[in-house]
């Protein structure tokens, strides 16, 4: 098999790796955005509460991409930082079952928001 054929076995096989990725990250989105709000409410917040721990999401996504992107590009270590963040993302939402606290919840989101917002 020639050079040429490798790589383009490769380029096929990380395609499907990255389209199983945005599969099973957006539907994860699908099935946690809807109801994030009214687990929130099921422990008892104020409208408040909710609303500041249902905006942090915009706050991060509009400024942490760029540090990650800064980081990524400044080290050259795009997989590893892709890694890192996405099972640190996942990590931080079974956090937020871990507690019923306000703050720890907030905190607890923005690291959620931070690792996932790349």
Not at 39 to 59: A, V
Not at 72 to 92: G, I, K
């Amino acid at each position: 098999m020639s050079i040429g054929a490798l790589s383009a076995l490769s380029h096929a096989n990380i395609g499907r790796r990255l389209a199983l990725y945005y599969f099973f990250y957006f539907s994860a989105i699908g099935v946690l955005e809807p109801y994030l709000n009214l687990y929130f409410r099921h422990l008892g917040f104020s409208g408040r509460q909710i609303g500041l721990l249902s905006g942090l999401p915009g706050l991060v996504f509009a400024t942490f991409p760029f540090f990650w992107t800064a980081l990524a590009d400044a080290r050259r270590r795009r997989n590893e930082v892709f890694v890192l963040t996405t099972w640190a993302a996942s990590l931080s939402f079974f956090l937020l079952l871990c507690t019923d606290h306000f703050w720890a919840l907030l905190l607890i989101n923005l690291l959620l928001c931070t690792f996932r917002s790349p």
